[in-house]
């Protein structure tokens, strides 16, 4: 089914109340998502989700914070409506008798309904014109076509719940944010409405009787909502969400990455990084790492092509999107091996990753492990262990990260990984009873 354009607000067009909230609301969850932007960089990307200027967004800010709430620039006087004469249960039973008609292969009329309605002693009471007010507020329409007019449901509105539904289930097994917006709606008034034929009616005095047909209606601000709803839509990114393994060189980190991806070799795939630096004995292209020559590289970070980058030691290393993309692409849950400054930008994403610092036991042995490997100069090996430092700092501080693991016995932090990853990770296939799906859920 096509979709709305995405709408902007004329310049000096007045913009309702319920617009406004949701721009709020818009911007403190983009506020909330990430401390450490600046109230500019929310404002834009506020206004860039929203479709307005970045100056209605500052004023919006304003008037919350000095009136505390928010006004529609015109008042309008609210009418109580012939809705709210009838509540949901009678609403629901007059929708049912509606559909009943058709079930026993008769066409819905006024008399008709309305005898159905009366002769129902759970019902409320209500005149014959009050239902005629209340049906197109409930879902219905009279259309005047020609002779051979009926009732009929909208096909393609069935078809779209239906997509949005399975949509819904797929985002909650792949463990996805799901962004629910106040008054969310959707708009079908480019739809064509589909109708039958009656061969019963005998004139077009009878026509607006038995020509009802359900419709959907578009109040205002409720189009401007479904477009900030796709735009937040596009915004999510697809597939699971990715695991994110951080610690200092030589906490352990990369053997507990390659166990439960021996073990798990269906679930989770490893995103191969890009780097400037020379390859080392034994290490393969696109395996290990994907090996660049400082200038691509540099020019495709500069091209947006990475979620992040850091230097280390004169060299380049990065994670692009590319790399991410081709994992979560294949339903895996995608396993991120980054340093502290990744994890930073990473979390500026909108991969919403689960986050886990490896902790080494001490310094000492931290030194120890290093200095066992004998791949690197003094220098190289100091430079590692200043660096750990700051890490460990980085990793100890409240909120950085979900969970962290202190690896003083290898099988006890496997142990601690594999339940977080069974508390916090839906599997994407839900119901998937076999062995190797039970392994991480036990």
Known sequence: MDTSPIRKNKSGSIIPVEERKVIYNVFKYF???????????????????????????????KEKKVTKTLKSPVKKRVRPSTVDKLDELDKCAIRAKVHS????????????????????????????????????????????????????EREDIVLWRRKYLRQITKYRKENKTIYFLDETWVNTGHVKTKAGTDSNTDNSRHTSQKSL???????????????????????????????????????????????LLKEFPDKFG??????????????????????????????????????????FSGNLYGTSKQAVDDVRRTGKICVLDIDIEGVKQVTTTDLNPLLVFVMPPSIEELERRLRARNTEQEDAV??????????????????????????????????????????NVEDKEQGDTSEESNKVEK
């Open 382 to 423: 100091q430079k590692r262990l200043d660096t750990a430092k700051k890490e460990i700092t980085f990793g100890q501080e409240p909120g950085n990260f979900h969970i962290i693991i202190l690896n003083d016995n290898l099988n006890k932090a496997y142990s601690e990984l594999r339940e977080f990853i069974s508390k």
């Open 101 to 152: 008609l058709y079930l026993n292969n008769d066409y819905p009329t006024l008399d008709k309904i309305m005898t159905l309605c009366e002769a129902d002693e759970d019902i409320s009471t209500f005149k014959r014109t009050t239902l005629h007010k209340i049906l197109p507020e409930i879902g219905f329409d009279f259309n005047k076509r020609n002779n051979r007019s009926l009732l009929v």
């Open 270 to 311: 490893f995103s191969v990084s890009h780097t400037t630096r020379a390859p080392r004995p034994g290490e393969k292209g696109g395996v290990h790492y994907h090996f660049r020559n400082i200038d691509d590289m540099t020019k495709a970070v500069k091209r947006g092509e990475f979620i992040e980058t850091a230097t």
């Open 213 to 259: 047909s359900t419709r959907a209606r578009a109040p205002t601000g409720k189009v401007f909502t479904t477009n900030i709803l796709r735009n937040l839509t596009r915004m999510v990114q697809k597939g699971p969400r990715p695991l994110v393994l951080c610690g200092p060189s030589g906490s352990g980190k990369s053997t507990l990455l390659k166990r």
């Open 31 to 61: 506020k909330l998502s990430d401390f450490n932007m600046t109230v500019e960089s929310i404002v834009i990307k506020t206004a860039s989700a929203c479709g307005v200027s970045e100056n209605t967004v500052y004023k919006i800010i």
